[in-house]
Nanobody, 125 residues
Framework: QVQLVESGGGLVQAGGSLRLSCAAS????????MGWFRQAPGTERKFVAA????????NYADSTKGRFTISRDNAKNAIYLQMNSLEPEDTAVYYC??????????????????WGQGTRVTVSS
């Protein structure tokens, strides 16, 4: 069965960095676009970044452009989110999600069908 397991969250001071990882299993990882979403307390889940199955295209939310970098390693069935210059507004639970086969890097969560359990990121001011 499809499994997505996030790791790497934690507590960091504003201006600091964290690197999230997502280990995928149960499907042909290299064929799927993958994404990161986040949900802050009391808010809806929001798109953070996505990477095409071929790694040839990425997409970022305006709030994360220039600070976050999404990447993938198809040999390890994993995606990553390097987060720099973190701000208190980045505090949220971060989720890894599976997109479509050979699909584009869409930002809507309707384009993703499986989700991990999330990893919490807390940025202190």
């Amino acid at each position: 069965q499809v499994q997505l397991v996030e790791s790497g969250g934690g507590l960091v001071q504003a201006g600091g960095s964290l690197r999230l990882s997502c280990a995928a299993s149960g499907f042909t990882f290299r064929d799927y676009t993958m994404g990161w979403f986040r949900q802050a307390p009391g808010t809806e889940r929001k798109f953070v970044a996505a990477i095409k199955w071929s790694s040839t295209q990425t997409n970022y939310a305006d709030s994360t452009k220039g600070r976050f970098t999404i990447s993938r390693d198809n040999a390890k069935n994993a995606i990553y989110l390097q987060m720099n210059s973190l701000e208190p507004e980045d505090t949220a639970v971060y989720y890894c999600a599976r997109g479509g086969v050979y699909s584009g890097v869409y930002g809507g969560d309707a384009s993703y069908d499986y989700w991990g359990q999330g990893t919490r990121v807390t940025v202190s001011s």
